[in-house]
């Protein structure tokens, strides 16, 4: 069966297809987005307290590169074979080489029920893998574009280094990082033992959203649908090879080629929103988060992780 976290958002699809009644408040989403980012945060950052070398520089480094490889295939491939506009090309450049927030918890729940090694690192990842996405995502629509956009690369920089998800994961990590798993305890451990609970509400609600966002789909959009089930698994395989190349642990890998796999849907929009007019929004997180998010909650993770044993063999 399943996880148990799983089957929260599996709950809450089949309430939105019911169209059931069943909400959670706005206020209350918030609020488990937060805590969902600073919980991840601490627990990277204790696992990381004493634990900075070289080889993790280098990890990050390869980690890093990923980050500007995938938005430049991924740019091309949506544009000339799914035949989006420009904007929306740059638009789904950005989302699918940035990364979900929530596949990473449920990657992590993941490996912890499986009990697969995993390095504090892995939650500097998110922060790895989303910046410069969303960066090159803005900069080929302005290098293919007459037009452009008035916002500037400075104003760009700010905007996505001082969103709330970068400030809180950043935050939790350096706290989790200097305090350490013994020294903050009376403080860490309310948010590190609720992880669970916390992230069973939160795919409550991306369930219902998900089910919500699914109901826009056309037969029109079936080379996007293509596109959108089949990116998680090829993309998934650069996140694994990496992983081997570096010489992860089996926890680490499977939750670097989910993060791969995945496409953001919380910050990527409203950068783009903001930086990309013209590029359908709707059209994006239809892909990202009514059929890709899905596919890795659902099906990915644990064939990411068939495909790593497979490959570390």
């Known amino acids: 069966m399943p996880d148990i976290v799983v089957m929260f958002f599996v709950l809450g699809v089949v309430a939105g297809v019911l169209r059931s009644d069943l909400s959670i408040p706005k206020a209350a989403y918030d609020i488990l987005s937060l ?13 990381l307290h004493g ?12 980690v890093t590169l990923l980050g500007i490889l995938i938005p ?13 506009s420009l904007a929306d090309s740059a638009s789904l450049a950005a989302h699918y080489g940035s990364v979900s927030a929530g596949t990473f918890a449920v990657a992590l729940a993941y490996t912890e029920a499986h009990s697969l090694m995993t390095g504090g690192q892995v939650t500097l990842y998110l922060v790895l893998l989303e910046l410069p996405a969303i960066m090159l995502g803005i900069l ?8 452009g956009s008035t916002t500037t690369v400075s104003g760009l920089w700010h905007e996505t280094l001082t969103n709330r998800g970068v400030i809180l994961l950043v935050g939790g990590v350096l706290i989790g990082w200097l305090y350490g798993p013994n020294a903050g305890e009376s403080v860490t451990s309310l948010y590190t033992n609720a992880f669970q609970g916390i992230l069973a509400l ?11 966002t699914l109901r826009s789909l056309r037969w029109g959009h079936s080379r996007l649908i293509i596109f959108a089930l089949a990116a998680p698994v090829a993309l998934s395989c650069l996140g694994l090879m990496m992983a081997y190349w570096l010489g992860l642990p089996a926890g680490s890998a499977v939750i ?3 993060l791969t796999a995945s496409a953001s849907y919380i910050a990527a929009p409203v ?38 044993g497979w490959l570390a063999g």
Do not use: C
């Open 35 to 47: 805590l969902l980012m600073l919980t991840i945060g601490l627990k990277g950052g204790m696992a």
């Open 51 to 62: 634990s900075l070398n070289t080889a993790l520089l280098i990890e990050l480094a390869g």
């Open 72 to 84: 430049l295939i991924i740019f091309p491939v949506v544009r000339y074979l799914v035949r989006l």
């Open 140 to 147: 080929l629509y302005r290098r293919f574009s007459q037009q």
């Open 202 to 212: 939160f795919l409550l609600e991306m369930g219902l959203v998900a089910a919500e």
């Open 256 to 258: 670097l080629a989910s």
């Open 271 to 308: 950068a783009i929103r903001a930086a990309i007019p013209d590029a359908n929004i709707g059209l994006a997180m239809l892909a990202s988060l009514g059929l890709t998010f899905p596919f890795n909650v659902l099906m990915g993770i644990p064939l990411y992780h068939q495909l790593w």
